[in-house]
């Protein structure tokens, strides 16, 4: 059963539209930040992300709680690898949250998680655990993530090309820069501009892209 609301999540989500994004938080992901939340919108739906997270908060139960209130989650594990700066240590965010979506899909059979990867060798590698369950390997393009997001939502009512998914990326990415400007922060990696280019990025798929 999925944990009560505390009031925190926005209440006019809808679960059944909902996807969880578990992906790396740094300025070279960027590019393909961007483009989840370009594809997750153009495929009807709407992403949800850690950075919504209050400060203060209870962290584990909260990342816990945004799970359960999405029908799908992606992980891209691009980024599981040793940080740069000493002390150099592996970077486990990602999949440990993934390990937590497959938990909660063991006892909720409702929700479907996504793998994503850069590397389909380095990924096995990494994470030989995952055998048997196929990863979508985007090679770190903007053309590759959208055709392997077509791929994960295949059954989604809307249906975009990559070139719809695009134009709309250009249109966004074009606007980064106002925004950042008029939330104060320095990158797209907080709760502010997330919001804000969610809401963007969801205007302009209505724009751009045909129902």
């Known amino acids: 059963m999925p944990p009560k609301r505390t009031g925190w999540l926005r209440r006019h989500d809808n679960p059944e539209k ?20 370009v594809g997750v919108h153009a495929f009807g739906m709407v992403p949800r992300t850690t950075l919504e997270i209050p400060g203060g908060a209870s962290r584990l139960e909260r990342i816990l709680e945004l799970i359960a209130q999405c029908r799908y989650s992606i992980h891209d594990l691009s980024r599981v690898e040793l940080s740069r700066f000493r002390p150099r240590v592996p970077r486990f965010n990602m999949p440990f949250e993934l390990g937590l979506a497959v938990a909660h899909a063991k006892l909720n059979r409702e929700h479907i998680f ?3 990867g850069e590397n389909q060798e380095r990924l096995s590698r990494s994470i030989s655990d995952l055998a048997g369950t196929d990863p979508y390997i985007h090679r770190g393009t903007l053309v590759g993530l959208f055709a392997q997001l077509g791929n994960a939502f295949v059954r989604a009512e809307r249906q975009p090309n990559i070139r719809e998914m695009r134009a709309v990326y250009r ?21 502010r501009p997330f919001q804000d280019i969610s809401t963007l990025a969801s205007a302009l798929v209505a724009r751009m892209i045909a129902s």
């Open 171 to 191: 249109e966004l990415r074009n606007s980064v820069g106002n925004i950042l400007k008029a939330s104060g922060s320095p990158a797209v990696f907080s709760a």
């Open 114 to 116: 996504f793998v994503f």
């Open 18 to 37: 909902s996807v969880f994004l578990n992906v790396p938080y740094d300025a070279n992901f960027q590019r393909l930040f961007l483009g989840y939340v």
